[in-house]
């Protein structure tokens, strides 16, 4: 499952939207490369209901999980809730969880282990902050991350994470992160993959870009062999855009 193309819709639409949203993407599922695998992470209000409609192949992702299993924790659910629910994926540490909540590396390792062991997909995302990029410190920067969240994870298991690459430094700032940057950074984090594992694991995990992508830049960032998709934001709450991504297609 090298080819991911994922939505993030993060705090937006109503659940009328969220239905119109599966419907016409439902209906495009038909016409979409057959070797991309499409997945959306909605509001947690709606992944019941999406995750147990008409699909048409999409696959549904929680933007976030607990790192605790049930018991007197107020506000949060499980991944063994998600999964009873339908969901395949959850995503864990991405870069607004850490910087607005406080999330650790320890939070995050903790989360993917209880993903794992509920047999929940993992997306796990990384990324380093401005200073770090400035300071040249990207590399060691996501190698702790990784180090951390994986501590403990098995080759076997593997099979069940997807990393997403965020360069923090290019989102909302102004900055821009290059095709050639963002392949750089996920030829390391194979290269880190193959020497924390295997290869084979290496080859086999998927890697995503979380940066700024959209129809005019899609196929030059997935271009990269190290860059097997995206973490798609703000271009993911319109089917029709999300659609163009999917494809590879910079005609918008």
Sequence with gaps: MRNIVAGNWKSNKSISEAREWMLEMGKAMVNMPQDVKVMIAPPAPYLSELAGG???????????????SEGAY????????LVSCGVDFALVGHSERRADFG???????KK??????????VVLC???????RDEGNQESVIKAQLMSALEGVGLEEMTGVVVAYEPIWAIGTGRTAS???????????????SERFSGDVAAETSILYGGSCKPSNAKE????????????????LESSVFQKIIEFDSSL
Excluded: W
């Design 54 to 68: 008409k699909r048409n192949g999409i696959l549904i992702a929680s933007q976030n999980v607990s790192s605790f």
């Design 112 to 121: 993917v282990r209880r993903c794992l062991d509920s047999n929940l997909g």
């Design 221 to 236: 960032l997935f271009s990269s062999p190290d860059v097997d998709g995206g973490l798609i934001g703000g271009a993911s």
């Design 103 to 109: 999330e650790t590396d320890e939070m995050v390792a």
């Design 74 to 81: 107020t506000g949060e659910f499980t991944a063994e809730m």
């Design 179 to 193: 095709a050639q940057q963002a392949a750089e950074m996920h030829f390391y984090i194979r290269s880190f993959l």
């Design 126 to 132: 990384c990324g380093e902050n401005l200073f770090s």
